[in-house]
């Protein structure tokens, strides 16, 4: 049976993922750092992806971070196109190019030792890499173009709202495409609006072709109770 899990990032999802950039800089722990992992570069099988970026996360950075006196701090998006062109299914054997864009917090004298490390985490969690010139790419752009970036496989229903431009991005299979660190999670940004009496709206469907202009959810708020 083939695997044709979720295609797109849907609205609450887009939602977490849009906020979460703002609620890293709340705490004080901005996300500038873009690492791309393309896991098509390793021997890890396909389906089982998702789970090996959980450990690296999980099991490597997360202890990594706080030994070195931080919070870890994150949020992650996986695509899985080559050459702009998608890939629709997924079963054992398939090509396929499923690669993690992921935005984190790194202190700026911390950046080439994470870097360093980065590609032994890869390679414990992967069963080992095949080619290293493109598994691992890491970039500072700044956290307001790597929220863009990120928010590209968005629903292109949503995409504009939340001032992205959508891209189909592929099937994923194993679990979800996007998630964050519980410290900037949608739980985490609630508790805070409601601190500084922001309430969040969901931006009403679009409809037809209808376009919201790019950015509209930092409109879908205003004072009051949530």
Known sequence: MRATHSHAIGQKAGQSLYYAFEQAERVGLPLTAHVTIAFAATRCDPTLI??????????LFNKWAVRNGFAPTGAYAFE??????PF?????GDDHNVHAHWAVYIPAQLRHRFEMELLTWIEAVTGGIVDHAVVLRVTYPGALRLR?????????QWASIY???????????????TGTTANISRSKRIAADR???????IPARPH??????????????????I
Do not use: C, W
Not at 88 to 92: D, G, H, L, S
């Open 50 to 59: 998702l789970a090996a970026f959980s450990r690296l996360r999980r099991n």
């Open 80 to 85: 899985n196109v080559r050459d702009e062109v």
């Open 88 to 92: 629709t299914v997924m079963e054992p």
């Open 148 to 156: 863009s970036y990120l928010l590209k496989g968005l629903n292109p």
């Open 163 to 177: 001032g992205a431009f959508a891209k189909a991005q592929g099937v994923i299979v194993g679990g979800r495409r």
């Open 195 to 201: 601190v500084l009496g922001i309430r969040r709206r």
């Open 208 to 225: 037809g072709n209808e376009a919201p202009r790019p950015g509209a959810a930092d409109n879908h708020f205003a004072p009051g109770a």
